[in-house]
């Protein structure tokens, strides 16, 4: 079992930049970052490989938004800079132990979920 825990969302001014942490209690392969906004459905923004750190985003957050990850904090981070009001959504944090990149932007392929983190960005 691996649990998740989120932390660093807030509000920011569009433009801003703001900096999500998750950290894993136990061993993991891949670890992502997903979103949520009012009346969607859940996204994904961004995932890495614990071996070897191959990352992968989202059209929509490529050049902005940076996903990385401290081995001996067992945590991922997702630096997101340059946001805009689209941005806005609950971000989750995600994981599994799964060692095949097939499917590594979809939501049903994780194990594991954080509890969310809101991001809101004013325009």
């Known amino acids: 079992q691996v649990q998740l825990v989120e932390s660093g969302g807030g509000l920011v001014q569009a433009g801003g930049s703001l900096r999500l942490s998750c950290a894993a209690s136990?061993?993991?392969?891949?670890m992502g970052w997903f979103r949520q906004a009012p009346g969607k459905e859940r996204e994904f923004v961004a995932a890495?490989?614990?071996?070897?750190?191959?990352?992968w985003y989202a059209d929509s957050v490529k050049g902005r938004f940076t996903i990385s990850r401290d081995n001996a904090k067992n945590t991922v981070y997702l630096q997101m800079n340059s946001l805009k009001p689209e941005d806005t959504a609950v971000y989750y944090c995600?994981?599994?132990?799964?060692?095949?990149?097939?499917?590594?932007?979809?939501?049903?392929?994780?194990?594991?979920w954080g509890q969310g983190t809101q991001v809101t960005v004013s325009s």
């Open positions: 995600t994981a599994d132990r799964g060692g095949s990149t097939f499917g590594v932007q979809s939501k049903w392929r994780y194990d594991y």
């Open positions: 136990g061993g993991t392969f891949f």
């Open positions: 890495i490989r614990w071996s070897g750190g191959n990352t």
